[in-house]
């Protein structure tokens, strides 16, 4: 049974240093007719539980956790009992949101998680956060990026905790070096390419 990626789109708001806005997240599930795995929990609890359409969650995969992939969480995985993992350096910004409820794991750079007869591997590429991960399905040539890589160019880094070299090292060292053909799945916006991005970076000076 080949395994499947599911797209939900959840509306909320994302806030950080004092501002907020509207935004539009991409929830991702990654599986097979039995089990699954979340990518981010944004907004939404009842829509993402809703997709999971009774299946097996095996995990709760955190890009990273600013409030708007994270605000759902807690709710999702007491309802579906799956642990949620986050990169523990992402600890700083967890807690702004559940200061009194850590992630049940956490995951790091090369953890394999196994789903439906498919790997996906942590890259961690911090920039836009200090843990921001992204988790790469090889055998589906696709990686789902989260907020540092979107089509047209790296993530935001202009609020606290990111930091724009950071970012670009992580994306041309850790994302560009993957086939070109390889779909960005990311935590905002359209799907776009490896290839795409790299003739978009290309233009952006070192």
């Known amino acids: 049974m080949a395994v499947t990626i599911e797209n939900l789109v959840t509306s909320g708001t994302f806030s950080l240093d004092g501002g907020t806005w509207d935004v539009d997240n991409n929830v ?16 939404d609890a009842a829509a993402i539980i809703n997709q999971v359409r009774g299946r097996k969650v095996l995990a709760i995969l955190l890009t990273h956790a600013h409030n708007d992939h994270i605000g759902a969480a807690r709710e999702v995985a007491d309802a579906v009992g799956a642990p949620i993992y986050l990169n523990p350096a992402d600890l700083v910004l967890w807690d702004q949101v559940y200061p009194d409820a ?33 988790f790469y399905l090889e055998t589906e040539g696709t990686v789902f990026t989260g907020d540092t890589l979107f089509s047209g160019g790296p993530g935001a880094t202009g609020r606290s905790y990111s930091d724009y070299p950071t970012i670009l090292a992580s994306i041309r060292e850790r994302l560009l070096t993957l086939p070109a053909n390889t779909v960005v799945r990311t935590g905002h916006g359209d799907n776009t390419t490896i290839g795409a991005e790299q003739e978009t970076l290309a233009k952006i000076s070192r």
């Open 28 to 43: 991702w599930i990654v599986g097979n007719d039995e089990e699954c795995v979340i990518i981010d929990s944004p907004h």
């Open 102 to 134: 850590g992630p049940d794991r956490h995951h790091s750079d090369g953890d394999v998680f196994q789903v439906g007869g498919a790997a996906l591997r942590t890259i961690h590429a911090p920039g836009h956060s200090p843990g921001s991960t992204c």
